[in-house]
């Protein structure tokens, strides 16, 4: 079965620190991989997606991710972080095989999420 | 151009009432996919519309439906409320695919069940 892990559920970084949040995937082909933000009380922000070809992709808020296809991972980085960055983040993969559609349907499989503190 | 908006944003039920939420994706878009959120499970997969059809379900209860409109407005329905029924219900539209294009979230309806 597709699965997302987030094996970090909990991290803590100084404002200016850099930032790794760590993302491995289990699916049977090459994957569409997603990193979405959660402020407090909001719905979800598309940080950035990758559907194919350069593995290391640029998004928004000056986020990046690689995906390392060896490791099964997209692990999603920044170089300097900001106290807004504090959120709830979540790593998705998708199209997923859906069990009891009988065929290949498209959903996003979500990660747990990894929470975010930024201490001044 | 609108982000998607629900309504409502807080609900609060009690156990064997039912409750409708609405969600009004971006124009345009013809997908709807609904999500349940809570601090336990996560994000998980309710079901997709797609041209006034439901073309993927998770795993939940029957107690759980929905439907699209002409107009890709969507409304998802929880009967028979349980206390586990208690979770933050976001919707997320896109243009035809919730995989190969990007979804787009909405706020969230947070409902409470007592």
């Known amino acids: 079965a597709q699965s997302v892990t987030q094996p970090d559920i909990h991290i803590t970084v100084s404002e200016g620190a850099s930032l790794e949040l760590r993302c491995n995937y289990s699916?049977?082909?090459?994957?569409?991989l997603f990193w979405y933000v959660q402020s407090p009380g909001q719905g979800l922000q598309l940080l950035l997606k990758?559907?194919?070809?350069?593995?290391l992709v640029q998004g928004i808020k000056g986020f990046e991710a690689e995906f390392k296809r060896s490791q099964s991972s997209f692990n999603l980085r920044k170089p300097s972080v900001h106290w807004s960055d504090a959120a709830e983040y979540f790593c998705?993969?998708?199209?997923?095989?859906?069990?009891?559609?009988?065929?290949?349907?498209?959903?996003?499989?979500f990660g747990k999420g990894t929470l975010l503190t930024v201490n001044p | 151009k609108a982000g998607v908006t629900q309504t409502p944003r807080y609900l609060i039920k009690t156990r064997g009432q039912q409750v409708t939420l609405s969600c009004s994706p971006i124009?345009?878009?013809?997908?709807v996919s609904w999500y349940q959120q809570t601090p336990g499970q996560g994000l998980q997969f309710l079901f997709e519309y797609f041209s006034e059809t439901q073309r993927n379900k998770g795993n939940f209860p029957g107690r759980f439906s929905g439907r699209q409109f002409s107009n890709s407005r969507s409304e998802m329905n929880v009967s028979t409320l349980e206390l586990g029924d208690s979770a933050l219900y976001l919707c997320?539209?896109?243009?035809?695919?919730?995989?190969?294009?990007?979804?787009?979230f909405g706020p969230g309806t947070r409902l409470t069940v007592l």
């Open positions: 990758y559907f194919s070809g350069d593995t």
């Open positions: 124009s345009g878009h013809r997908s």
């Open positions: 997320a539209s896109s243009l035809t695919t919730p995989a190969a294009d990007t979804q787009y």
């Open positions: 699916y049977g082909a090459t994957p569409y």
């Open positions: 998705a993969v998708g199209p997923t095989l859906l069990s009891n559609s009988g065929g290949s349907n498209y959903k996003l499989t």
